[in-house]
């Protein structure tokens, strides 16, 4: 993956999926996943067992995830 990328986060748990541009800062998948919990937290929405959330990265979305919304952070 490089820095500018497009990529989503999607999960079976998640209601929507999830869109991003990758940044410099961005060096694993948990600062990913610690960008998207803060996105959670500033829109008021608690996240206290984020961390069980399985979340999956891709360029692409799976056929199964296609009709969810996608919300871009």
């Given at each position: 993956?490089?820095?500018?990328?497009?990529?989503?986060?999607?999960?079976?748990q998640?209601?929507?999926?999830?869109?991003?541009?990758?940044?410099?800062?961005?060096?694993?998948?948990?600062?990913?996943?610690?960008?998207?919990?803060?996105?959670?937290?500033?829109?008021?929405?608690?996240?206290?067992?984020?961390?069980?959330?399985d979340?999956?990265?891709?360029?692409?979305?799976?056929k199964?995830?296609?009709?969810?919304?996608?919300?871009?952070?």
């Amino acid at each position: 993956m490089k820095v500018g990328e497009k990529i989503y986060l999607y999960g079976n748990q998640l209601s929507q999926n999830f869109e991003t541009t990758l940044k410099e800062t961005d060096t694993c998948l948990a600062i990913i996943c610690e960008r998207l919990k803060s996105y959670f937290q500033n829109k008021g929405i608690d996240t206290p067992h984020f961390h069980i959330l399985d979340v999956s990265v891709s360029d692409r979305l799976p056929k199964k995830h296609l009709k969810k919304e996608i919300v871009k952070f």
